[in-house]
């Protein structure tokens, strides 16, 4: 006499992840989603893990974070568990910029050199006087106006961009 048992293999989950952009700036965030997926059942549990501890529940995660993240996902019907892709995301820092005035007063008729730091490297340069654009692609020129100048720098590496920052000429 014998006793027939039937056994069933279920698949593990399967998961493939992506992330809206890998490489960010420090001020930005990156989306990571569920691309592609089958054998999740019908209300899976979803864990999404940074250097091996959970850090959220949902099918997308949220972040600004360097890291390789990657989606454990659980199929409650059959307690399968599949792990999905890694993605590692970058993030950049934004540059720093200053703006320095050899003097900042000047007198009719004379000038100084209005400077602005980062200055070496890939940047972009734009500025603005008394809130008007100022048509220099350089870190450094001579001006004679009194007012106000500002500066934003993009670093045209990363594509991130500082904060603006500003001196007054008086």
């Not at 027939?4 to 965030?29: F, G, K, M, R």
């Not at 703006?99 to 980062?118: D, Q």
């Not at 734009?126 to 692609?137: A, G, H, R, V």
């Not at 720098?153 to 990363?158: A, F, G, I, P, S």
């Amino acid at each position: 006499c014998y006793v027939e048992q039937t056994l069933t293999i279920n698949p593990n989950p399967s998961v493939v992840i992506s992330a809206s952009n890998n490489s960010i700036c420090a001020t930005d965030n990156t989306i990571l989603s569920v691309v592609n997926s089958s054998n999740l059942g019908s209300s899976p549990l979803y864990s999404w893990v940074l250097n091996n501890s959970t850090i959220g529940t949902n099918n997308t995660y949220t972040t600004n974070i360097a890291g390789s993240y990657l989606l454990s996902v659980k199929n409650q019907s059959t307690g399968c568990i599949g792990n999905s892709n890694s993605i590692t995301i970058t993030v950049n820092q934004n540059p720093v910029a200053s703006i320095s005035l050899l003097n900042n007063k000047v007198c009719p008729g004379a000038s100084t050199t209005i400077s602005a730091t980062p200055s070496s490297g890939s940047y972009t340069y734009t500025w603005t006087y008394n809130n008007s654009p100022i048509y220099i692609t350089t870190n450094s020129f001579n001006d004679s106006r009194v007012g106000s100048y500002e500066l934003i720098v993009k670093d045209n590496v990363t594509g991130c961009i500082s904060s603006k920052v500003s001196a007054i000429l008086s």
